[in-house]
């Protein structure tokens, strides 16, 4: 009986220390994320497309290791108390942090894109006038006109 409370114990200590080391991981990528994030703001206030396209790909290798190690936190955390353990709970308070300071640095980016979109579309529809006639598909379902193509000789 006292045996098995030892191995408990001692596997329960493992699984904290695994989850502590996968929780650093975490936090160490998530910082990657945040850097990555900075950069992808800057390209497309830049309008640097080519920059952009590879931040994106760097975003994502990085969001599924991300999933990846949350997965392994989840499976580790099943039978932990992280909130009140006192080994786990910094670091536990870290992660959350960075977490929250990476979805408002997506809102801030989201809000920015729809803006400026507005704004194109209102420029658009200034310069380039739709047709505002209903359009009728042959099955009779109302269809919404597209944009007819235009050319500009100067970047917008």
Not at 36 to 45: F, I, K, P, W
Not at 57 to 62: C, F, G
């Amino acid at each position: 009986m006292a045996e098995e409370n030892i191995e408990q114990k001692d596997t329960i200590i493992a699984h904290k220390e695994n989850l502590v080391s996968v929780m650093q991981e975490e936090n160490a990528l998530l910082d990657k994320i945040l850097e990555q994030q900075t950069v992808l703001h800057d390209c497309v206030r830049d309008k640097d497309w080519e920059m952009l396209n590879r931040n994106i790909e760097n975003l994502q290798t990085l969001s599924d290791q991300f999933v990846e190690l949350e997965e392994k936190r989840m499976e580790l955390s099943a039978n932990i108390d992280l909130a009140s353990d006192e080994t786990i709970s910094p670091v536990l308070s870290e992660v959350r942090g960075k977490l929250q300071k990476s979805k408002v640095e997506n809102k801030v980016l989201n809000e920015y894109i729809s803006t400026t979109r507005k704004f194109l579309q209102g420029v658009f529809d200034s310069v380039v006038p739709q047709r505002r006639n209903v359009l009728y598909s042959n099955k009779g379902q109302i269809v919404k006109p597209e944009l007819s193509s235009v050319v500009l000789n100067q970047m917008i």
